[in-house]
T-cell receptor, first 113, second 111 residues
Framework: DGGITQSPKYLFRKEGQNVTLSCEQN?????MYWYRQDPGQGLRLIYY???????QKGDIAEGYSVSREKKESFPLTVTSAQKNPTAFYLC????????????FGPGTRLTVT | GQQVMQIPQYQHVQEGEDFTTYCNSS?????IQWYKQRPGGHPVFLIQ?????EVKKQKRLTFQFGEAKKNSSLHITATQTTDVGTYFC???????????FGPGTRLSVLP
């Protein structure tokens, strides 16, 4: 059963703590993406990776970090430097290039208090 | 930088009425994609348009790509409650390695 998974679905953290969101795909996709969605808002790109061991900053990378050590995995760390971390985080994957659809995971809703 | 806008931001319709959302890019696009996100869910790919003036249909949904490849529209005929959600358009950035999403149009359908 191919797809993209994110865990956990809901995550609660205290302010000042780093937190890592998981994203795994078994679609054999080279490209992976992290988006942030705020209530009533569109999708804003945080980081993306076109190939293993390489990734680029998106529009709102400050306060976030990623790694891409395996093709299947693209974890996102929300650091304490991110001023407004409470949001819905979506991971996606696709065949590399701009002509292919993105497959989204179910998302992680992060609440920081 | 490249911008993708959508109008309207919200649309409330009575079940059975038609609905249209418009997407406009500040730059010419090589292709445009449409996604639907149900309330509480994640975006799901609907379609991709590539050719200038292209029109594609999926049952009650009609997608159009403008002649100049800078705008697109999604039209739903005779809306149903299952059409509820937010519709996003997305276009590749200039160098093509990722996408710019529009802010979305949230559709509510009253039974």
């Amino acid at each position: 059963d191919g797809g993209i998974t994110q865990s956990p679905k809901y995550l609660f953290r205290k302010e000042g703590q780093n937190v890592t969101l998981s994203c795994e795909q078994n679609l054999n996709h080279d490209a992976m993406y992290w988006y942030r969605q705020d209530p009533g808002q569109g999708l804003r790109l945080i980081y993306y990776s076109q190939i293993v061991n390489d990734f680029q900053k998106g529009d709102i990378a400050e306060g976030y970090s990623v790694s891409r050590e395996k093709k299947e995995s693209f974890p996102l760390t929300v650091t304490s430097a991110q001023k407004n971390p409470t949001a819905f985080y979506l991971c996606a994957s696709s065949v590399a290039g701009s002509s292919y659809e993105q497959y989204f995971g179910p998302g992680t809703r992060l609440t920081v208090t | 930088g490249q911008q993708v806008m959508q109008i309207p931001q919200y649309q409330h319709v009575q079940e059975g009425e038609d609905f249209t959302t418009y997407c406009n890019s500040s730059t010419t696009l090589s292709n445009i994609q449409w996604y639907k996100q149900r309330p509480g869910g994640h975006p799901v790919f609907l379609i991709q348009l590539v050719k200038s003036g292209e029109v594609k249909k999926q049952k009650r949904l009609t997608f159009q790509f403008g002649e100049a490849k800078k705008n697109s529209s999604l039209h739903i005929t005779a809306t149903q409650t299952t059409d509820v959600g937010t519709y996003f358009c997305a276009g590749p950035r200039g160098y093509g390695q990722n996408f710019v999403f529009g802010p979305g149009t949230r559709l509510s359908v009253l039974p």
